[in-house]
């Protein structure tokens, strides 16, 4: 894999050899994943991406629909903005209710959840971004059941959260999904090393 922060189309393996190791690409990408998600409240996670996951992500997407390298620079575009940086964390928020009708009443109420996500630690709140160019609530307010927001830090919030220990709220500040939950500090550590 190339040395950069983004992915380059020299990242991604050709599918004959992702095929021979996928099984172990997908264990090895997994094992980083557990360490990486948050549930908040009954129906929401978060799972933060940095640029393993969403490799894993780009050479899926060319297993599944056999596009052939045509399809990388495409993906390339719909899956780098999702790595950090260097000076924010990435996460992609999913609500998973399993019941079409309930799912369906449920996110009819959670219009602009986007712009009320936000994580707290050491007298600091970072407040996230919902991803450029992702429209994730409709005009009649209905909210996508998949979320991607950037929580862009200061190098003086970084340097706090980096702190061992430190305590990490992340949560929502919407009327109809008001929750929140600790950051273990397992989680809290892997997503430290996501900034320069």
Request: aromatic share 10%; glycine share 6%; net charge negative.
């Amino acid at each position: 894999m190339s040395k950069g922060r983004k992915l380059t189309p020299e990242d991604i393996l050709p599918m004959a050899e992702y095929v021979r190791r996928r099984k172990e690409e997908r264990a090895r990408v997994l094992a980083l994943k557990r360490r990486r998600r948050v549930e908040v409240g009954p129906v929401a996670t978060f799972y933060f991406e940095n640029r393993d996951t969403m490799w894993l992500q780009v050479q899926e997407m060319l297993y599944i629909e056999k596009g052939g390298p045509e399809q990388i620079p495409d993906e390339l575009a719909a899956y780098n903005p999702l790595i950090p940086n260097g000076s924010e964390l990435v996460a992609t928020i999913m609500f998973e209710i399993d019941d079409p009708i309930r799912r369906k009443n449920f996110l009819a109420r959670l219009g602009g959840v986007e712009n009320t996500i936000f994580i707290e630690f050491a007298d600091e709140t970072v407040v996230a971004a919902p991803e450029q160019d992702v429209d994730r609530t409709s005009a009649e307010g209905k909210a996508s059941s998949v979320q991607f927001v950037h929580f862009p830090f200061t190098r003086g919030q970084i340097e706090k959260f980096r702190k061992a220990g430190t305590r990490a709220v992340l949560g929502f500040k919407h009327a109809s999904y008001a929750h929140m939950a600790v950051v273990p500090e397992e989680v809290r550590a892997a997503l430290a090393e996501d900034f320069d």
